[in-house]
């Protein structure tokens, strides 16, 4: 299974919101922020935050139901 993505940033109070439904989940995740990144920060800067799974994308807005639904269907 791949690893689970979020692309966040620093002071992003959208980004604590995902980071919160991924542990209120239980989901393992790796936190990247974009600032580090340089190909995160061209692709994601104005979208943050973003799940990313393999070649799949969740981008905010997104709730407990929608998470848990996109989680299966990348499994």
């Known amino acids: 299974m791949q690893t689970l993505v979020l692309y966040s940033t ?5 980004c604590e919101q995902a ?4 542990r209120d989940a239980s ?3 790796q936190l990247v922020d974009i600032v580090d990144d ?3 920060f061209a692709r994601y800067r104005f979208a943050i935050p973003v799940l990313k799974r393999g ?5 905010w807005p997104f709730d ?3 998470l848990v639904t996109w989680l299966k ?3």
């Not at 980071?19 to 991924?22: H, I, T």
């Not at 070649?55 to 981008?59: A, I």
């Open 10 to 14: 620093w002071g992003c109070h959208l």
């Open 19 to 22: 980071e919160q439904l991924l």
């Open 27 to 29: 989901q393992p995740f």
């Open 38 to 40: 340089e190909q995160a």
């Open 55 to 59: 070649d799949n994308e969740l981008y």
């Open 64 to 66: 407990a139901a929608q």
């Open 73 to 75: 269907d990348v499994q």
